[in-house]
């Protein structure tokens, strides 16, 4: 299954790279200078290139990822919808919307490019439903913190079930079993939202906030291949 791997692999990347571009379109308008029509521009590039390899990935998707490939097309569909429906001025819905779509298609699509392959590597089951749970959980209350402003507890609790989501997926991948490249290269990936949180909390700069959304989404990618990684029932 090398051609839908690289596909829903490919989307994955270019669904980060949407993900950035928004977080600079979104968060540019409180930063002088900040590079909104280069941001516009790589957004619209990389959303028509994910949309076009979704569909690719749809078309030739094997029985094993058709239910994966057809959710994203869905998604893919429903945000590009949303961006047309905004006319570039987001009402609150539509940008909750789109900030908890982007993760959750990039989380989709790395679902079915590690189902697709044969890394020799099985994360522990019950820990990455469980990781997988918390950080939907933290991802909804992010993105209402975004669209809301919410007071310091919210905040906290924010972090707290952010912190909760990325160590649980950590474990998963710890307690997994198979090539210790894989296992390092989870635990990577788990830790970058977290590291990314810290340095955009102790930094005022547009860099730090966007590094720090398109972590969210690159954990985001690591919940879907825990869950892909997990023995299956």
Do not use: K
Request: aromatic fraction near 4%; hydrophobic fraction near 60%.
């Amino acid at each position: 299954m090398r051609g839908p791997r690289t596909l829903a692999g490919t989307a994955a990347v270019l669904v980060l790279t949407v993900v950035a571009a928004s977080a600079t379109i979104r968060l540019g308008a409180d930063f002088p200078g900040a590079p909104i029509a280069l941001a516009r521009l790589v957004h619209r590039a990389a959303a028509t290139l994910a949309a076009i390899a979704v569909a690719l990935l749809l078309y030739l998707a094997p029985p094993a990822l058709r239910a994966a490939a057809r959710a994203a097309a869905a998604l893919t569909v429903a945000l590009a919808l949303a961006g047309v429906a905004s006319g570039g001025e987001s009402p609150r819905a539509l940008a909750l919307f789109n900030q908890l779509g982007g993760p959750t298609l990039a989380a989709l699509l790395a679902f079915a490019a590690f189902r697709a392959s044969a890394p020799g590597f099985a994360c522990e089951p019950r820990l990455a439903r469980t990781g997988c749970a918390l950080l939907v959980a933290q991802y909804t209350g992010a993105a209402l913190l975004s669209a809301f402003a919410g007071p310091p507890l919210a905040v906290l609790a924010h972090a707290t079930l952010g912190l909760a989501a990325t160590l649980t997926l950590a474990a998963a991948f710890h307690a997994g079993h198979g090539r210790a490249s894989a296992r390092a290269c989870g635990l990577f990936v788990t830790a970058a939202a977290p590291c990314a949180g810290v340095a955009a909390a102790a930094s005022s700069g547009l860099a730090a906030a966007v590094l720090h959304a398109t972590a969210a989404a690159l954990t985001a990618c690591a919940a879907g291949a825990a869950l892909a990684l997990a023995p299956r029932r």
